[in-house]
């Protein structure tokens, strides 16, 4: 699947395009709105990019477990070089490093709660002056419907592309979205 950008600063033609999308074959999961305007973006019910998305937790908590990793594993091997495994025994010092893993995946988790989304820096600017950016993830076979639809709206503003959500969260959010409309 490939992500791609485009900005507009009509939330009108937005809410045309996505369902001109979804008419299209291309579901709702699929068609994503990141911009400053919130409410307006509520008032015209388009699908937004959610606040945790908007935020960089999920790479700065990559880069937390991974630091975390490092760190649990100099641990062990100190306990092990130093003999002292031998003398009290390992449970401590495994214990030691599942509680270093959790507390510096969580300490990157606090630090990119702080940061824009990695993925979105590049288009704060256009945020800045009032602009809405599309993202629309398409698969192979969906390319041509969305290049069908946006080419009736010349006033966006192709902005890139790049990698999208994996399909399985695309579909997990889909029967989420079934499930929702067939409960009570």
């Given at each position: 699947m490939?992500?791609y950008?485009?900005i507009?600063?009509?939330?009108?033609?937005?809410?045309q395009?996505?369902?001109?999308?979804?008419?299209?074959?291309i579901?709702?999961?699929h068609?994503?709105?990141?911009?400053?305007?919130?409410?307006?973006?509520?008032q015209?019910?388009l699908?937004?990019?959610?606040?945790?998305?908007r935020?960089?937790?999920?790479?700065?908590?990559?880069?937390?477990?991974?630091?975390?990793?490092?760190i649990?594993?100099?641990?062990?091997?100190?306990a092990?070089?130093?003999?002292?495994?031998?003398?009290?025994g390992?449970v401590p010092?495994?214990?030691?490093?599942i509680v270093l893993?959790?507390?510096?995946?969580w300490e990157?988790?606090?630090?990119?709660i702080?940061?824009?989304?990695?993925?979105f820096?590049?288009?704060e600017?256009?945020?800045?002056d009032?602009?809405h950016?599309l993202?629309?993830?398409?698969?192979?076979?969906?390319?041509?419907?969305?290049?069908?639809t946006l080419?009736q709206h010349?006033?966006?503003?192709?902005?890139?592309?790049?990698?999208?959500?994996p399909?399985w969260?695309?579909?997990?959010?889909?029967?989420?979205?079934?499930?929702?409309?067939?409960?009570p």
């Open positions: 490939k992500r950008y485009f507009n600063d009509n939330l009108d033609e937005l809410e395009v996505e369902q001109e999308l979804e008419r299209g074959g579901s709702t999961p068609i994503h709105v990141l911009s400053k305007d919130d409410a307006g973006v509520q015209h019910h699908h937004e990019v959610n606040t945790f998305m935020q960089d937790v999920v790479r700065s908590g990559e880069y937390g477990a991974l630091i975390g990793i490092g649990s594993l100099l641990a062990v091997a100190i092990w070089l130093s003999g002292l495994a031998e003398t009290i390992w010092f495994i214990f030691l490093s893993l959790g507390f510096f995946t990157g988790g606090l630090w990119g702080q940061e824009p989304n990695s993925r820096r590049r288009f600017q256009a945020l800045a009032g602009k950016l993202l629309v993830d398409v698969d192979n076979r969906q390319e041509e419907t969305m290049r069908r080419a010349p006033s966006l503003k192709p902005a890139g592309v790049g990698a999208a959500m399909s969260v695309v579909g997990w959010q889909e029967k989420w979205r079934d499930f929702v409309r067939w409960a």
